[in-house]
């Protein structure tokens, strides 16, 4: 991990967060260089996962197929058709939307929310019915029930919109995206601890120093774990090592 990709990816968080990056880290409990070192960290992990993942040209552009086109929506989802076709009923005669959510939708976040969903794309993880009927629908069209594993829902797509990026902007970033679902996170401990060993991180604050060296003991004892004939619980044990965060610096292991 080159010290211009944790650059890089430091300049990144502050242009994605903005005036709020300070209040960011301070809440965290980091400082900027903790922050840093803990991207150092992140990128290290995503790429020992990555490392032998392969991913073809196509599932790039099919995943960019995915993201291009964002929908705003808000919905109301009910338990059963009937109900659902007495809410598509009250909302076509002018009923205020929010309101009408409020009162029959059986999520919960709809009493703070009114059903607003905000923006989303094809790669959301929503249900895959909702999705694929809300994008079938028209702008300020309130849709017919739509089943899927919650209930049934009525939709009504408020705006649509095209991102700004070409493909040729997405394609990095889409890629390690695509090779990260794909990636055998079983294998983690052991392949982060060789590249840190490797890269011969020098850690000068004690209790980052001693969240590494849990870390690194972990990994070290997944493997003889593997090498040994143990029992199931054992094994469980070492491959459930826990997330660890120490003064804001967070290890993370499958």
Do not use: C
Not at 237 to 249: E, I, T
């Amino acid at each position: 991990m080159t010290e211009d990709e944790v650059n890089a990816q430091l300049e990144a968080d502050k242009k994605q967060l903005g005036d709020d990056f300070e209040t960011f880290i301070a809440q965290q409990g980091q400082t900027e260089s903790l922050y840093k070192k803990s991207l150092e960290l992140k990128l290290m992990q995503e790429k020992a996962l990555v490392e032998d993942v392969e991913v073809t040209e196509d599932e790039i552009k099919a995943e960019y197929e995915n993201i291009k086109n964002e929908i705003q929506a808000r919905h109301i989802v009910v338990k059963d058709e009937e109900t659902a076709k007495k809410v598509k009923a009250e909302l076509e005669t002018g009923k205020d939307f929010a309101k009408v959510a409020k009162e029959y939708s059986i999520e919960q976040a709809a009493q703070t929310t009114g059903g607003d969903l905000g923006w989303f794309n094809k790669a959301t993880n929503m249900d895959q019915q909702f999705l694929e009927g809300a994008f079938a629908l028209k702008k300020n069209v309130i849709s017919d029930p739509i089943q899927s594993s919650f209930g049934y829902h009525i939709i009504e797509v408020t705006d649509k919109r095209e991102i700004k990026e070409s493909y040729e902007d997405k394609k990095a970033e889409l890629e390690k995206q695509l090779k990260l679902a794909k990636a055998n996170t079983s294998t983690l401990l052991t392949k982060v601890a060789k590249m840190i060993k490797d890269a011969d991180i020098k850690i000068k604050d004690e209790d980052i120093k001693t969240a590494l060296d849990e870390f690194l003991a972990a990994a070290e004892t997944n493997t003889t774990t593997e090498d040994a004939d143990t029992s199931t619980e054992e094994r469980k044990k070492v491959n459930n090592y826990s997330y660890k965060k120490r003064k804001g610096l967070s290890f993370y292991a499958f």
